[in-house]
């Protein structure tokens, strides 16, 4: 079965640090990769999505990047944290592009 | 623009009854995709139930079913013999079926299922 490890769970980084978050998918092969942002009382963003590797798509203008070195690993990075990047980041996967997503559980990210 | 409305920011309901989110959306296409997602205290999203446009069946899973009435652009979800672990927000999300196929997310609906 297909797994999905997002980490850290939380995160407290202070205004102009980087950031770096990993994602990796077991059990498939050449996964849709996505990551979401959920601010507080709000529905998801999303953030970017990669189709494979190296094949990265920016869905909204911000400080953030990222990055699909391998087939199943997708890095969610900054250079400088702003207060306004702090939320609840998600990884998910799908076989189909969008269709349907599976999560992971999240990182708790507080820019301070 | 494609949009997606879940007018009941809280709900609650008893265990064991039934309770009904509801979820509206607009679109001026024929193909497309309906979502369900479920997100515990836990955080993580989980997949509910999803429904094909093109099938005039309603979608069920287990005490999870639908009622889709595409001519309305309604899609509820219905929740059968409520469990505290149903407690979760829920998320109501609509996809194209065409060449831009992106998830459009409702602002979810806080369900407290008590005891």
């Known amino acids: ?112 | 623009a494609q949009t997606v409305t879940q007018s009941q920011p809280e709900m609650s309901v008893q265990e064991a009854e039934t309770v009904t989110l509801s979820c509206t959306y607009d679109t001026s296409e024929n193909n497309y995709y309906l979502f369900w997602y479920k997100q515990p205290p836990s955080r993580q999203m989980i997949l509910v139930i999803r429904q094909e446009a093109y099938k005039q069946q309603n979608a069920t899973e287990n005490r999870f079913s639908v009622n889709f009435q595409k001519a309305a652009k309604s899609f509820s979800l219905k929740i059968s013999d409520s469990q505290l672990g149903d407690t979760a927000m829920y998320f109501c999300a609509f996809m194209n079926a065409g060449n831009n196929r992106k998830l459009i997310w409702g602002l979810g609906t806080s369900l407290a299922v008590n005891p």
């Open chain 1, 1 to 112: 079965s297909q797994t999905i490890h997002q980490w850290p769970a939380t995160l407290v980084q202070p205004v102009g640090s980087p950031l770096s978050l990993e994602c990796t998918v077991e059990g498939t092969s050449n996964p849709n990769l996505y990551w979401y942002r959920q601010a507080a009382g709000r529905g998801l963003q999303l953030l970017f999505y990669s189709v494979g590797i190296g094949q990265i798509s920016s869905e909204v203008p911000q400080n953030l990047s990222a990055s699909r070195p391998q087939d199943r690993q997708f890095i969610l990075s900054s250079k400088k944290l702003l207060l306004s990047d702090s939320g609840f980041y998600l990884c998910a996967w799908s076989r189909e592009i969008y269709l349907p997503l599976h999560f992971g559980n999240g990182t708790r990210l507080t820019v301070t």
